[in-house]
């Protein structure tokens, strides 16, 4: 493909799309020959999950000695289960211990137990490959679930930041009680046992501190048992170091996915329409919770075999040719238009540039 770069209009989309695979795949192979150690896949995959649990670990251990505030210790293990969603991703994509089943299995269980605001990751990998097969359209069920494609209002606001709210509001919005079983019968089985936990115990914190806080205001007290108080401070302790920074880091991953990628009036199997680059410097405070996904996240639809860190590493290579090839750069038209990709107003490469970064 000599000359591609100089007139990516005479490509069609495979080939608009093969050329940025053969782009990545190629700064993929440069990076692992430039530092050896990218070649140690399986360890590096291992190491940075030691990483993020130790710092999960470590942060509460401080917070609960007095030595951390808790908003210090809830937005530093927001960033560390962040690190841990990456591990899923690729996890889910085989890409560590691939043939060794005990490892890549404990790894999946760990990354759930630090994140138990998730669907079963075994469940997850089954959602995930038909993400890829049906991306943007009503069949793909993982983007569905965290809003893309929803209208803006405050069910989406809603549902963004809370997987069961989300699957609620979908149950009352169908028609037939059959339907509503059915959903009700799915949410149970994908978020049985630590999702259920993690957002039964995050609303019993939100119920308790704002009936307390409406007594307060009434002049009236509750006067709680003590085994009630009991139970709230393990419960307050668990809302710091492991339900709200995953309320937060859930948060931000849903609103930026949701949002990076496309719904509704893509051509089938056009990879270049599926997502955009969403990476302005006023979404780093979310992006800094989901690992900078709205960045690279594009990347992984063109070349899937590549771990997050490879993906962080080559952004500045497949932002350039990305961009060169079609594929949109901070299209905030996507959230009034509910995610469509709107073929009819496409823009050219020269209108919609990426961002530095």
Not at 252 to 272: K, P, R, T
Not at 304 to 310: A, G, N, R, S, T
Request: glycine residues 8%; proline residues 4%; aromatic residues 12%.
């Amino acid at each position: 493909m000599d000359g591609v770069c100089a007139s990516p209009e005479r490509l069609n989309a495979q080939q608009q799309s093969a050329y940025i695979r053969e782009t990545v795949m190629a700064r993929g192979a440069e990076l692992r020959r430039r530092y050896p150690l990218l070649k140690h896949q399986d360890a590096l995959g291992a190491g940075i999950l030691t990483f993020a649990l130790a710092g999960m670990i470590g942060s509460a251990v401080l917070y609960l000695d007095g030595y951390l505030a808790w908003w210090g210790c809830l937005l530093l293990n927001a960033f560390f289960a962040s690190l841990t969603h990456e591990l899923e991703h690729d996890l889910i994509h085989s890409m560590y211990f691939r043939k060794q089943r005990l490892p890549h299995n404990l790894m999946l269980a760990l990354v759930w137990l630090a994140r138990p605001s998730t669907i079963n990751p075994w469940i997850r990998r089954h959602l995930h490959l038909n993400h890829h097969k049906v991306s943007g359209t009503e069949a793909d069920m993982e983007e569905r679930a965290i809003t893309n494609g929803e209208p803006w209002g405050i069910a989406r606001l809603l549902m963004v930041g809370d997987n069961v709210m989300s699957s609620l509001i979908r149950m009352l919005r169908a028609r037939t009680w059959t339907h509503r079983f059915s959903i009700l019968k799915r949410t149970l089985r994908v978020y049985a046992p630590l999702a259920l936990l993690h957002w039964g115990a995050w609303y019993v914190f939100l119920g308790f501190h704002a009936a307390n806080g409406i007594a307060g205001l009434l002049g009236s007290p509750i006067d709680w048992s003590a085994h009630t108080l009991a139970m709230m401070q393990v419960i307050d302790i668990a809302a710091v170091v492991i339900i709200g920074p995953n309320v937060l880091r859930t948060f931000c991953l849903h609103f930026v996915s949701s949002n990076m990628h496309y719904y509704g009036d893509l051509e089938a199997g056009n990879v270049i329409q599926q997502t955009q680059v969403l990476n302005p410097w006023w979404l780093w405070p979310l992006q800094a919770f989901c690992f900078n996904f709205g960045s690279t996240h594009g990347i992984h639809h063109f070349v899937v075999k590549e771990p997050f860190y490879i993906r962080q590493m080559s952004a500045s290579v497949a932002h350039k040719v990305m961009a060169e090839m079609g594929v949109r750069f901070n299209d905030f038209g996507t959230f009034a238009r509910a995610n469509r990709f709107v073929r009819a107003e496409r823009r050219s490469p020269r209108q919609v540039s990426p961002a530095q970064g």
